[in-house]
């Protein structure tokens, strides 16, 4: 079944890094754009970074824009998130999500979550 | 890269019908017809119920439904369920740099 499962999360210490992973199935993993989208405890969702179907475009929010990078390898299908220099305000539940290729916010598709938390 | 507007929360009886709104700028929901809207259970991750403005998945009642008018989106649940209660958020392409903006949320509660 389609499906996108997350891992890599974890409790790091402020100014760390952490590398999130999402595998794809079930579904022809370079046809679609992917995202990673965040959720503070108790919090709404937050639009982290996007990336192209084939990877040569990526968009991250200016809340992480130099800290962040999201990356696709295709032929494993896998998404990633490199966190670098964390803070405190990026404890979140991260999500990735895709999109369709006709509907650019149709978010249909949604992992579980990998909660990141941020503490010393 | 500001949230979309959402009332916090909203409320009805069974049977009722409720509307969440959702209002951007020009820059985001009125500049693209890209608005959807999802459905979030505590504890799970968000469905899609809404795309492109006004349509609905496979497999989503027709008693979601949606419109644009300006720089606000509005969702409407009509014959509120018990099952409906639950957070929704709105979210709006915003451009080749921002890409999605999404609201601040709306607790539906089913009284």
């Known amino acids: 079944q389609v499906q996108l499962v997350e891992s890599g999360g974890g409790v790091v210490q402020p100014g760390k890094s952490l590398r999130l992973s999402c595998e794809a199935s079930g579904f022809t993993f370079s046809d679609f754009a992917l995202h990673w989208v965040r959720q503070a405890p108790g919090k709404g969702l937050e639009w982290v970074a996007s990336?192209?179907?084939?990877?040569?475009?990526?968009l991250h929010a200016d809340s992480v824009k130099g800290r962040f990078t999201i990356s696709r390898d295709n032929s494993k299908n896998i998404l990633f998130l490199q966190m670098n220099s964390l803070r405190a305000e990026d404890t979140a539940l991260y999500f990735c999500?895709?999109?369709?290729?006709?509907?650019?916010?149709?978010?249909?598709?949604w992992g579980q979550g990998t909660m990141v938390t941020v503490s010393s | 890269q500001s949230a979309l507007t959402q009332p916090r929360s909203v409320s009805g009886s069974p049977g009722q019908s409720v509307t969440i709104s959702c209002t951007g700028t020009s820059s985001d929901v009125g500049g693209y017809n890209y608005v959807s809207w999802y459905q979030q259970h505590p504890g799970k991750a968000p469905k899609v119920i809404i795309y492109d403005v006004s349509k609905r998945p496979s497999g989503v009642p027709d008693r979601f439904s949606a419109s644009k008018s300006g720089n606000t989106a509005s969702l409407t649940i009509s014959g509120l369920q018990a099952e409906d209660e639950a957070d929704y958020y709105c979210c709006s392409y915003a451009g080749t740099y921002t890409y999605a903006t999404f609201g601040g949320g709306t607790k539906v509660t089913v009284l």
């Open positions: 999500a895709r999109t369709t290729p006709r509907s650019i916010v149709n978010f249909d598709i």
């Open positions: 990336i192209s179907f084939d990877g040569s475009n990526g």
